[in-house]
């Protein structure tokens, strides 16, 4: 039902995407933000001298690398060190924009305030307190979509870890078939970290939350409660395949990813930072 909707994407913008609405309570308290928690260190271009390196540098150095040049960071309230670190994006040599989120209920409500500025631009969509390697994978991504007209192009990287992480389930041609949510026991062996997708799966995204939002409304509750669990990108994803959604993958069978949401991985990203410069 979505391939008469499916346009090629060449020479499209293509707009970086940023959720940053977490609390991060699994390492608080922390100083600052997670997003801009120092981690490693960059070089100075003029000197050669070296300068922190905070947790979403490394994101948008490889959305950069792809040719993004734009993108927008979606902020909740209180997280305005994040805007005053990265300002305009100069430092990263991308554009940056800030939106503030509406609904607190994950990250496809966090990301749909981008909605309006999106819309008709292919998205790159990246978590900021990942680190992954190789540092071209969004370059990879893009390639891929342009290839394939896909709707959504994942990155999927090996886990030891998917309790953790959205596992997925591919086919013989790289087609992404199903999405497992932080299962207990799975046979699966990559979970995604990163996308590129196109107006398709955008506009798909933005009815998804709209019909959840909607449906509490027309309930009459009194606010908007949460739903019965967080909703998961991955959610919504699986429930675009079911609708005609198409999903393709590029597995990145030599990288690898550390997600800096527990004491642990955090301590682990410090230690091992090198590896994802």
């Avoid at 292919?122 to 370059?139: C, E, Q, W």
């Avoid at 596992?167 to 497992?180: H, T």
């Avoid at 699986?238 to 030599?254: L, P």
Wanted: hydrophobic share 45%; net charge positive.
């Amino acid at each position: 039902m979505m391939a008469g909707r499916r346009r090629k994407t060449e020479g499209q913008e293509v707009i970086g995407l940023i959720p940053a609405g977490g609390s991060a309570t699994r390492i608080s308290p922390l100083p600052c933000s997670k997003e801009v928690f120092p981690v490693g260190f960059r070089k100075v271009a003029k000197d050669g001298s070296v300068r922190p390196k905070v947790a979403c540098h490394y994101l948008l150095e490889s959305m950069h690398l792809a040719g993004v040049r734009k993108a927008y960071i979606v902020l909740r309230q209180g997280k305005w060190d994040i805007p005053g670190y990265l300002g305009d994006g100069g430092l990263v040599s991308v554009d940056l924009a800030y939106l503030m989120m509406d609904l607190p209920f994950g990250v496809p409500f966090t990301i749909d305030q981008a909605f309006p500025f999106v819309r008709d631009a292919l998205v790159a969509f990246g978590f900021p307190d990942i680190l992954f390697r190789p540092r071209d994978a969004f370059l990879r991504l893009i390639a891929r979509q342009r290839a394939t007209n896909a709707d959504v192009i994942l990155g999927v990287f090996c886990t030891d870890s998917p309790q953790k992480a959205d596992m997925v389930k591919l086919d013989g041609k790289g087609r992404v078939v199903r999405i497992d949510i932080k299962p207990r026991k799975t046979h699966l062996r990559y979970a995604w970290i990163m996308a590129v997708w196109t107006p398709v799966f955008t506009e798909f995204l933005h009815e998804y939350v709209s019909v959840i939002h909607n449906r509490k409304v027309r309930k009459g509750v009194r606010g908007i409660r949460p739903p019965e669990r967080q909703l998961f990108i991955g959610d919504v994803v699986q429930a675009g395949i079911s609708k005609g959604v198409r999903v393709d993958a590029v597995a990145f069978t030599k990288g690898s990813f550390l997600d800096l949401g527990t004491p642990e991985d955090l301590m682990k990203a410090i230690r091992t930072c090198d590896q994802f410069t």
